[in-house]
């Protein structure tokens, strides 16, 4: 089992930052490929970004290309999300979420999901 909290989500204006993590307790977590989804109102789960077990392998969906990073520090068990230049179709909740593939994008190769943490960016 792991366990996956989110945190560092809020409201922000257009063109504004925020930093999620994810902490991981339970199993090891650098065993796991990492990934970020989220999930608007009324909208399904999206891939945003994903990153392998050492961090030398990255992924992410065309929209946030060049304004999201991921990155991890498996010392702490925890997996970052920079999001930069947020934008309005930004606003979801972002979950995190742990994988036993070497890296993953789509949500039934992740085996376990943190609750999720809200971002908001105004116009």
């Known amino acids: 089992q792991v366990q996956l909290v989110e945190s560092g989500g809020g409201l922000v204006q257009t063109g504004g930052s925020l930093r999620l993590s994810c902490t991981a307790s339970?199993?090891?977590?650098?065993?796991?490929?990492m990934g970020w989804f989220r999930q608007a109102p009324g909208k399904a789960r999206e891939f945003v970004a994903a990153i392998n077990w050492s961090g030398g392998n990255r992924d992410y969906t065309n929209s946030v290309k060049g304004r999201f990073t991921i990155s991890r520090d498996n010392a702490k068990n925890t997996l970052y999300l920079q999001l930069n230049n947020l934008k309005p179709e930004d606003t979801a909740v972002y979950f995190c979420a742990a994988s036993g593939n070497p890296i993953a994008t789509i949500p039934y190769e992740f085996d376990y999901w943190g609750q999720g943490t809200q971002v908001t960016v105004s116009s």
């Open positions: 339970g199993r090891t977590f650098s065993s796991y490929a």
